[in-house]
């Protein structure tokens, strides 16, 4: 059996083998978020089976906000997909829509499953509630909020259906690793292969 330790070290060593062997690592052009999207996740919770993923890439610089998401197994049919920003704490409550309404352009609508891709400017009104620009002092406020609450835990992707009109999956995004990290993390295999022997010979 494999420990909890195993298991990274062999994830890091595959890295360190990679960026040794002479492979590069592409800085990302934005910050990346994820999320897996349920029912249980809701607020109220709800028991529906319903599935989903949502993938976020945000670049203040380029003002490009992209999203991937794929869906299955709602009860209800879909309606319309937001994000929803700021909570006041990490992974808990509601807040108000910051994106576009009534909802993600060309965001599938009337099914149960689905998937979807489109890049945001978020330089534009359009992308963005009116209110949630209103609230922050314009554009380039609502751009920094939403990111800080990206950071932190705050922002959530939901999918409204005919089954739960205020939201019948939705997850929390979190910051994924930038390919920075991962490489400093590679860096340090040697000391950590290094405290694995030793912990092993005590």
Request: charged content about 10%; hydrophobic content about 40%; glycine content about 12%.
């Amino acid at each position: 059996m494999l420990t909890t330790l195993s298991k990274t070290l062999i994830a890091l060593a595959l890295v360190s083998s990679a960026l040794s062997a002479g492979a590069t690592v592409q800085t990302a052009p934005a910050h990346v978020y994820t999320a897996q999207l349920s029912g249980a996740s809701e607020e109220p919770p709800n028991a529906s089976p319903g599935r989903g993923s949502a993938t976020v890439g945000f670049d203040i610089g380029t003002h490009t906000l992209t999203i991937d998401v794929s869906f299955s197994g709602l009860l209800g049919n879909s309606t319309n997909a937001h994000i929803h920003c700021c909570t006041a704490l990490p992974e808990q409550g509601t807040a108000g829509v910051a994106t576009m309404t009534p909802s993600f352009t060309g965001f599938p609508s009337g099914v149960t499953s689905g998937t979807y891709h489109h890049v945001f400017d978020t330089s534009l009104a359009s992308t963005w509630n009116n209110g949630f620009v209103n609230s922050h002092g314009g554009i380039a406020g609502a751009e920094a909020a939403l990111l800080a609450a990206l950071d932190n835990g705050q922002a959530y992707f939901n999918i409204h259906s005919s089954f739960a009109t205020g939201g019948e999956i939705r997850g929390f995004l979190q910051p994924v690793p930038e390919p920075g990290e991962l490489a400093m993390l590679a860096v340090g295999m040697p000391l950590l292969l290094a405290l694995a022997r030793r912990r092993r010979r005590d």
